[in-house]
């Protein structure tokens, strides 16, 4: 294309040829032009947004001093595992200063020849995909080494921004194995497979962000794992260096057969495989005590089995759906109970306790903190809904009529209970209640339902403890209002 100046920048449909991208036929739908203009849009204000961080490579150098100084915190440690990290690591700041050197005489310069060929409208806008929320639509440009990919995320519709970088050349670590079970290693391999992991090759591969995963990974495939820099993310908060991991003495078996062999684990491997599922794409959150899995669409079929054996064996609740992903949760004391499982299991407390450590391993201090919560017991007027987790107190109103109660601070919280009770075939709402969401079934909803003989029971032993006499008035009417006296 020619470097004039042009009103418009050339966009076109993206034809293979070799690695990369060419212009086919130019983009005509007017829909998708305002789209590939707003993606581009998007890029240019998040590389001036971190300008600094890019022109300096300040990104770069502050990862490698966050690993120089985890290894000099833990160079007197003696476990195997750390041990192996520390490999990993050593690995990762040798590749990381070749990036930087890299990056600075090369890559740079080439990326802002990008970004000024794209404000002259001198560049070919290469589009792939499409605007809809079946399929993301992806704007590439290409200059020298560089490679930019700008990506509007089917379903969720985040734009995502990604540089592939060539000539980056990798490097190969020998990790020895410190697991003391195989079955245990294969278990804690599966939670990999299932979520973040993928194939390369018929080799067992994962590609992350993350530092701590980075590390992690290859502690659980002994043996040789390839290490790249795949790239880098250009964030909304940030800048982010992007991995590529692959485990060449291990063969990988497609996800249908990982989810078989995840089916026939026993319960307790269960709980070990769940550890590195939630790590990939799970939250963890400490004051509300829960555990979640997010599972896409995609996957859904290859999980259904799995997903049964969560609820019915490891208490899990769920399955919830919405546009482009399925949860699944484990809620208070259950998810308490599960935090303190993993940390049961040596192998898996290591790893957690190793991943804590590591730069940008906040979810894995989570599993910590949230093992080290106090788990209260029910409380005496709280009743388990029959047919679901739920845990709901028995409020005695003025007027002596009777509610369930239960609250919750997150609202999409809130709407999977009064989901979930509505599909055991309770009566369930929903209101805005002390800065949060309180979810009632009704005096009359009560009374009319399986529930009554369970509250009733409640009530009468509530009756039996109670030493105030107007609190006995009160309950003895709310028992009369409730019908609990009819076929005593």
């Not at 894995?364 to 029910?378: D, P, T």
Request: hydrophobic residues 40%.
């Amino acid at each position: 294309m020619s470097s004039a100046q042009a009103d418009k920048p050339r966009i076109c449909w993206g034809v293979k040829r070799g690695k990369r991208l060419v212009c086919g036929e130019p983009v005509t739908d007017e829909a998708i032009i305002k789209e590939v203009e707003e993606l581009i849009n998007e890029l240019k204000g998040r590389v001036e947004r971190h300008r600094g961080k890019l022109e300096n490579a300040s990104f770069i150098d502050e990862l490698i001093g966050l690993l120089e100084r985890w290894l000099e915190e833990h160079k007197e440690d003696k476990g195997k595992k750390v041990r192996e990290a520390r490999k990993v690591v050593r690995k990762m700041i040798k590749l990381l200063r070749r990036l930087r050197r890299m990056w600075v005489e090369t890559y740079w310069r080439q990326f802002m020849e990008l970004m000024e060929l794209l404000e002259r409208n001198a560049i070919d806008v290469i589009v792939t995909g499409e605007n809809n929320s079946e399929k993301s639509l992806t704007a590439h440009l290409y200059n020298g080494d560089v490679a930019v990919e700008v990506a509007r995320v089917a379903k969720s519709g985040s734009i995502t921004i990604f540089l592939t970088l060539s000539k980056l050349e990798g490097d190969d670590v020998k990790i020895a194995n410190t697991f003391s079970n195989e079955k245990l290693l294969k278990a804690i391999q599966y939670g990999w497979e299932m979520t973040d992991g993928g194939i390369n090759y018929k080799h067992p591969a994962m590609v992350t962000s993350q530092p701590w995963q980075v590390v992690l990974w290859p502690l659980c495939y002994p043996g040789k794992i390839r290490m790249y820099i795949n790239g880098m993310g250009i964030n909304e908060d940030g800048v982010s260096i992007r991995w590529r991991l692959i485990a060449n003495d291990h063969v990988a078996k497609p996800k249908e057969d990982v989810a078989k062999e995840v089916k026939k684990l026993g319960t307790e491997r269960l709980k070990a495989f769940m550890a590195p599922a939630i790590w990939g794409d799970g939250h963890i959150n400490v004051s509300e005590k829960y555990v979640k899995l997010y599972i896409g669409l995609s996957k859904y079929d290859l999980w259904l089995g799995i997903i049964e054996r969560l609820v019915n064996e490891l208490g899990f609740a769920g399955p919830y759906s919405n546009e482009y992903r399925v949860e699944v949760a484990i809620l208070s004391s259950k998810a308490v109970g599960l935090a303190r499982a993993w940390l049961s299991i040596p192998d898996v407390k290591e790893l957690i306790e190793l991943g804590a450590s590591l730069p940008g391993g906040e979810k894995l201090k989570r599993i910590i903190e949230l093992a080290s919560k106090e788990v209260k017991e029910l409380g005496k007027s709280s009743i388990v809904i029959p047919g679901t987790n739920i845990s709901m107190s028995i409020d005695v109103r003025g007027d002596c009529t009777v509610e369930l109660r239960a609250w919750r601070r997150d609202e999409e919280e809130a709407l999977r209970l009064v989901e979930e009770l509505n599909k055991a075939g309770y009566k369930a709402v929903k209101c805005v209640y002390k800065g949060g969401h309180l979810i009632l079934i009704t005096h009359a909803n009560v009374r009319d339902s399986p529930l009554k003989p369970i509250v009733c029971k409640k009530l009468s032993d509530l009756l039996n403890e109670a030493r105030n006499e107007k609190r006995k008035e009160r309950i003895t009417k709310a028992m009369k209002n409730l019908k609990c006296f009819d076929h005593a």
